[in-house]
């Protein structure tokens, strides 16, 4: 089964065809991140006239990239949920057009199912049940995927989101948007020891996550630094920081994992492209004897082969939809 996959929930418009759900026959990505970037992070309103300017020519490429016209395609899949709502919008009203022309099912995909369904493209043998922890700009969870399409968050963060806060640190000591990937390569080889900031508690939701009270100290530190006149060392502190995140990713993942059993990891979502995070979880599934499995780097961020892979097992589960689909800000992934 070929889908048509369309996915523009932030700053990305991608296009994608993938066979069933494991093969990827093109996949096309517009940033917009040269756009952003000047005022330092997402606008909604230029991101949704960005959408508007590039699905056409992104869809149009992927078709031709895959070496098929629409009436070649067994179904369009679209991100849906959540994510900008005037961006969401746009690749929502495409898709129900495309659908509507070429007579084709409409399916519609919530945008960290196909985060963790990025895996499945990665890692042609995955099947759930498994434990994935899910960390994206706006999303940091700890999620038990039973099957292809159900979820139990058993972990999530009671503030900021992981990415959320690695932009903003990044931000603050002046490097470029996208933060999190900037301040991933400005720390390599920085001394992780050099900085500290309080290891963050919740009191409550055993694997739950507080980052503000991280992202507070570390954005204090930074100000305290420059009105005393004293240097940052970016390498050293981006270093620090990013290991007092990645403790708290992974040591309660480890939690949650050795509690409830499983012995499959499988990160998702844009920070997964992170190389410390990366290297942590390596080491903590072979101390435990665990299978981890990561996106390739080219699929951790947002892009739409994911939502062709996860599309298919959604229209296996007949989660199919009809031109009353609406595009929504938030909705549970489950
Ligand atoms: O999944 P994603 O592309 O978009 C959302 O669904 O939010 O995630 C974007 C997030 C941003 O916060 C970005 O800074 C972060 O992923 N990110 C990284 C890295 N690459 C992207 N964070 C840490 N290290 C990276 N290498
Ligand atoms: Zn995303």
Redesign the pocket.
């Known amino acids: 089964m070929k889908l048509l996959a369309i996915e523009s ?2 700053d990305d418009t991608a296009a994608a065809v993938v066979e069933d759900g494991r093969e990827i026959l093109s996949s096309i990505v517009a940033s917009q991140v040269e756009r952003h970037a000047v005022f330092g992070g997402v606008v909604p309103e230029i991101a949704s006239r960005m959408h508007i300017e590039a699905i056409s020519g992104v869809v149009t490429t992927a078709l031709e990239k895959a070496g098929y016209s629409l009436f070649d395609i067994d179904g369009v899949a679209v991100t849906h949920t959540p994510g900008l709502i005037g961006a969401l919008l746009v690749g929502v009203n495409y898709a129900k057009g495309l659908a509507l022309g070429a007579n084709l099912p409409l399916i519609p995909v919530h ?1 960290l199912r196909s ?1 963790i369904a990025a895996n499945y493209l990665t890692h042609r043998e995955l099947a759930p049940p498994f434990l994935s922890l899910v960390v ?3 999303h940091s969870h700890i999620i038990e995927v039973r099957d292809y399409t159900r979820f139990k968050v058993i972990g999530r963060t009671r503030d900021d989101a992981a ?2 806060t ?2 903003k640190v990044a931000r603050t000591l002046g490097l470029p948007y ?4 900037n301040l ?1 390569r400005e720390a390599r080889g920085g001394d992780k020891s050099a900085y500290k900031f309080p290891h963050p508690k919740v009191s409550t939701g055993a694997y739950d996550f507080s980052f503000s009270g991280l992202k507070t100290a570390a954005v204090n530190a930074i100000h305290n630094a420059s009105q005393k006149n004293e240097g940052i060392n970016i390498a050293d502190f981006g270093a620090s920081f990013i290991a007092s995140v990645v403790d708290f990713l992974s040591g309660n993942t480890e939690s949650a994992a050795n509690d409830l059993g499983y012995k499959k990891i499988v990160l998702a ?3 997964s ?3 410390v995070l990366r290297e942590r979880m390596k080491k903590i599934c072979k101390r435990n004897g665990w299978e981890l499995y990561m996106p390739e780097l080219s699929l951790c ?2 892009n739409a082969a994911m939502v062709g892979s996860q599309g298919y097992f959604e229209f296996l589960r007949g989660n199919t939809a009809d031109m009353s689909l609406n595009a929504r800000a938030s909705m549970e992934i489950g």
């Open positions: 929930s932030c945008h985060h994206s700009g706006g990415g959320e690695l932009d996208p933060g999190g990937l991933d979502g844009g920070v492209a992170n190389s961020g947002d």
